[in-house]
Structure formats: C-alpha cells, structure tokens
C-alpha cells in the first residue's frame, strides 16, 4: 500500500436513539437487511460473539472493527424494475421475499443515495419513452433491471440498463435525457440478459456511453471495474479490510504473494509495494482483465493475473514445486474447496491470510489448514455489511 494509515481501532457506538424499532418502512417486506432494528453497537456485538462461536477452540478474535458512520455504504444498488400492481405505474425495488412481487423502494439506508436518484428518475422516465417494463412471469417486455455502481473515491457513476434484447430503439436518445438530468454518470451500458433465471446479469454488455466501465481507488491505487466483475460493495470498509489482511501478512518485499481468488486484483495490487512478486489467480475472466489492466494502471510491473480454478492452480503450484511464500485468499461464500487446501498444504506458504465473506465456511476451512500443521494464530471480524446478519472476517494462519 502506498498510504499506511494505522489500522484503525474499534468504533464505540452509541445506542440508536430509535432503540428497538426499525428505522426502515421496507425491512419486513425487503428483508434486506434483517437487523436494522438492533441499535448498531449490538449489532457489532452479536457479530463479534458469532464469530467467537465458530473459531472456539481454533483461535482468538480480536475485536470487531466497526464503521463509524454505518449508513448509505453500498456502492453497488441493484433495483428490479416492475410495475405496481394496483395503479399499473412503473416502479423500482426489490422482490419482496420469495415471491415475483416488486416491493417499491425509495430512500434506502444502506444504499448510495445518488444510486437511489438515479433508479427514481429512470422509472420516471419510463412512460415518455414507452420502455416495456419485463413481466417475470410471462417472461415478456424489455427493461428488468436497473444497476448503479458508484465510485467511493473518484465519484465515478456506471449505470447498467438490463434487458431483454441488444437492441435499444430509441436508446442513445434515452441516455441522452438521462445523463443530461444526471451529469455525474460518467457511463451507461446495457447489458442483455434473455434467459429466464434470477441472476441479474447477462453476459452481454453494451456501451451506450462511456467507456462500459468505472474507476475508483483503494488504499491509494486505482482500480477499473467492469459491469460483470466482482468488486466490494462497502468501500469504505474495503480500505480497513484490505490493510487488515495485508499487515497480517507482514511482508518484507523478499516475497512470492499468491492472491487466490483475487477478483480484479484489488488486495495483491494493493500489497504489491511490498513484495517481490505477485500472483493473482481468479475464473471470472472479465476480472482478471481488469485485473491486469489495473496492474498497468498502477505502474505494477512484478505482477501476474492467471484466469484459472483457483484449486486447479493450486494443484499446478505443488507439482511444480513453485515457491510461495505468502498466500492471501479470498473465497466466495461457500469457501475453499479442499483441492486447493490440500495444494496449499503441499505448497506450505509461511503465512497465510484468509479473508472470508463467510464465518461458517472459514471456521471449516480454518479446521482443515490446522488438522495440516498450521497455527491459528487470530482472526478479526470486520464490519463490511452493517444492518444484515452478514459478516467479514480475516484470520490469519503461519506453519508452526
Ligand atoms: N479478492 C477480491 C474478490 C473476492 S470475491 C476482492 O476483494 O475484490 C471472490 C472472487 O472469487 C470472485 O471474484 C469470484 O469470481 C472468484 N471465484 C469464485 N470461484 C472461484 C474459483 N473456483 N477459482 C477462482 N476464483 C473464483
């Protein structure tokens, strides 16, 4: 990293003055964010003892790290688009639970509000410009969903229109009075989603305007984001999270740094300063585009990003016999798989650093690595998604 902030110390927080009762019209129906009831500061604490449940007997945990300020941190805002049952007039929300009912939201609390004016006004927009709004149950009409991605640092704005066909009669008029009433989006791309699933994105992106993709920065370096790539949604947090597991590895910059799991590259661009060599390895191959582009972008010339399994890689790296010093991993939600723990295992990196979106798969994957002769030696729960159940964590591990 090239600014070295002190890690930043738990935040004390008072108790909501609203107490018990939510403070959003939408939880019940959204269910989004399951603990916005809870005054924050208990929130903090029901995260921190979760997290103690699962690694009991495997290590210590260290406090929660917290977000002073634990509103509006999403950067990424995803709204279906629908129609109100009863007045016919296009709305923007969320599926309320289990079902195809849109549930109008204006004004969440946990969203970027300049994503939140954004949605308002393209619904606005609908009628003038005779959008067909996508009906998800016969599987008919053209717009199904709006997503903004802001940048926390550069104030970037990417929208992406998802629809149902690549052509957009009208379209460049569209973004025209769009990006006119909103001068801060700085691209729009339409992304062409035809099948009949409920993922959001299809593989298909469009720029309408723009370059098709955004910027921001972390820890001091800037980083390109695609339409489909993975990129944290709390970026304040991020900054916290990522310095977290990079002075948990404690490089010297004698080291070979695999970043596994490493989306577009973000945490090993951001621990490159100090190290010899860094090596991403990640499936999403959008990522890993943007991923060597951000190398470029941040002049990293001692970095690799390979588009791979992350297990087949690792199993390549033990037969090999390539050195690793430093393993950072970043799994999604249902952790590693034991392919690659059991490469690692051959590989045997002094240190590894686990960041985990996922306490329960962490602690069966922490329980693996210490079965394989590693130390548990702490682990530290970070805030990334204040007001739901969800929980970050970084732990890290050394050969004992
Ligand atoms: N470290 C990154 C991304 C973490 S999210 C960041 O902080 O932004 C997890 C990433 O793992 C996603 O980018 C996802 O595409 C990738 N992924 C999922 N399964 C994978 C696999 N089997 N092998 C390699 N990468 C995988």
């Known amino acids: 990293m090239t600014d070295r902030k002190p890690r930043p110390r738990p935040v004390q927080h008072k108790p909501a003055e609203n107490g018990s009762k939510t403070p959003c019209p939408y939880a019940a129906r959204c269910g989004g964010c399951s603990r916005v009831h809870i005054p924050y500061g208990e929130q903090l604490k029901m995260k921190q003892s979760a997290v103690e449940k699962l690694l009991a007997g495997v290590c210590k945990v260290e406090p929660i790290l917290g977000m002073a300020d634990p509103w509006h941190y999403r950067s990424k805002v995803h709204a279906v688009i629908?129609?109100?049952?009863?007045?016919?007039?296009?709305?923007?929300?969320?599926?309320?639970r289990g079902t195809h009912r849109v549930v109008p939201v204006q004004g969440c609390l946990i969203?970027?509000?300049?994503?939140?004016?954004?949605?308002?006004?393209?619904?606005?927009?609908?009628?003038?410009w005779k959008l067909r709004i996508y009906n998800e149950n016969t599987h008919r009409g053209f717009l199904r969903h709006?997503?903004?991605?802001?940048g926390q640092k550069t104030d970037q704005i990417?929208?992406?229109?998802?629809?149902?066909?690549?052509?957009?009669?009208?379209?460049?008029?569209?973004?025209?009075?769009?990006?006119?009433?909103?001068?801060?989006?700085?691209t729009v791309v339409l992304n062409v989603n035809q099948k009949e699933t409920s993922m959001v994105l299809g593989t298909r992106d469009i720029p309408l305007f723009g370059p098709g993709y955004m910027e921001d920065e972390l820890c001091?370096?800037?980083?390109?984001?695609s339409p489909q790539s993975f990129y944290q949604v709390n970026a304040r947090?991020?900054?916290v999270l990522y310095r977290t597991a990079i002075d948990f590895a404690n490089l010297t910059g004698a080291e070979t740094l695999l970043d596994a799991y490493c989306g577009t590259g973000t945490i090993g661009l951001c621990a490159s300063d100090r190290?010899?060599?860094?090596?991403?390895?990640?499936?999403?191959?959008?990522?890993?585009?943007?991923a060597k582009v951000n190398a470029r972008l941040n002049q990293v010339a001692n970095a690799d990003f390979i588009c791979e399994d992350a297990g087949r890689f690792m199993v390549k790296m033990a037969r090999e016999n390539l050195p690793l010093d430093v393993l950072i991993m970043d799994p999604p939600r249902s952790g590693s798989d034991e392919r690659f723990l059991r490469s690692v295992l051959t590989c045997r990196p002094k240190t590894i650093v686990y960041v985990s979106c996922n306490p329960e798969t962490l602690a069966r994957d922490a329980r693996f690595l210490v079965k394989g002769?590693?130390?548990?030696?702490?682990?530290?729960?970070?805030?990334?998604?204040?007001?739901?159940?969800?929980?970050?964590?970084?732990?890290?591990?050394?050969?004992?």
């Open 237 to 239: 947090q991020t900054e």
């Open 111 to 128: 969203e970027d509000p300049r994503a939140d004016r954004i949605i308002r006004t393209i619904v606005e927009m609908i009628p003038k």
């Open 220 to 225: 001091g370096k800037r980083f390109r984001i």
């Open 275 to 290: 190290v010899k060599q860094l090596i991403g390895v990640e499936l999403n191959a959008d990522a890993v585009r943007d």
């Open 146 to 150: 709006v997503m903004v991605r802001t």
């Open 82 to 96: 629908g129609t109100d049952f009863r007045t016919k007039q296009p709305i923007a929300g969320v599926y309320q």
């Open 158 to 186: 990417m929208v992406i229109l998802v629809a149902t066909a690549s052509e957009f009669p009208g379209g460049k008029a569209f973004v025209q009075e769009l990006t006119g009433k909103h001068p801060e989006i700085t």
């Open 373 to 400: 002769g590693y130390k548990a030696v702490k682990a530290v729960p970070v805030d990334m998604f204040p007001h739901t159940e969800h929980c970050e964590c970084v732990m890290l591990f050394q050969l004992s």
